[in-house]
């Protein structure tokens, strides 16, 4: 090495850079292979940022088997609270009187579901 040569004659200063340039190099050797990672887990893993797809379907799946798209949003507003109870019963009544007794009558029970 350089400082075998010259008769050990390397300051406190050539120690202090040597110490810190294996300290840099490392990191950057780290951080390499961390960000490798993350980049391939990622394209492995299918979505690019955000969570992952619930495994499990939500808990208002099993009831919409048996309930119409428009009796589904009009659940969702009830869960969320933009409508009542009594506004929700209401404009349920009037969708399922919609649908009931002709089943092609999908235009009646759209313009009952946005009223206000």
Do not use: C, N
């Not at 010259?6 to 840099?24: E, I, K, N, P, R």
């Not at 490798?36 to 799946?61: H, I, Q």
């Amino acid at each position: 090495m350089f400082w075998y040569d010259h008769g050990h004659d390397v300051s406190g200063w050539g120690w202090f850079a040597m110490s810190f340039g294996m300290v840099l190099f490392w990191a950057v050797i780290i951080a390499v292979g961390v960000l490798l990672f993350r980049a391939l887990a990622r394209t492995g893993g299918g979505a690019a940022a955000g969570p992952p797809p619930p495994s499990v379907p939500p808990p208002s799946t099993p009831p919409s088997a048996s309930m119409s798209r428009p009796e589904q949003l009009l659940a969702e507003r009830f869960a969320r609270g933009e409508i009542d109870e009594d506004e929700y019963k209401r404009r349920l009544a009037v969708l399922r009187a919609a649908h009931g007794p002709a089943s092609g009558a999908g235009g009646q029970g759209s313009e009952g579901s946005h009223g206000s």
